[in-house]
């Protein structure tokens, strides 16, 4: 299970930017794509930047709007300690790793938007067992695509108002 640290950490400017740019955009597709850092929300310009990989600041973005430690986003996106610290030295996430960073983000910001903004309560609803998901905490379950689709389908749910 992931814990969340319980500190009160202030807003993070790329949630802002991401809950202003739904508020001014509603069907802005990709503007997840703001959680990361990431000003392009084009699919092209996303596909290309995942190409190459992200920055390893994408990553301590999401690691910080979650308030997890290093070890529990590792673990999220699939890569061994020792090559996170790798990551870190080289400034850049490979491919794969991006591509699983920016579903996590994706998932993170349907999140948000559910929560209309209230960064503690999505932090509480992605880390707490979800009797939907097998008990499994939203976020967990997430790091598969099969697991993604399934908490977007359980967040779209929610949305309209279907049993959970």
Known sequence: MIAVRGRQPARLGSVERFVSRVRETPRAEHAYAALLGLRTFEVSKLHARLREGLSYQSLERVRRILDISSAEISKLIGISARTLARRREAGRLAPDESDRLLRLARVIGQAVILFEGDLDETRRW???????????PPIVFATTEVGTREVENLIGRIEQGISA
């Open 126 to 136: 992605l880390t707490r067992s979800q009797v939907s998901l097998g008990g499994i």
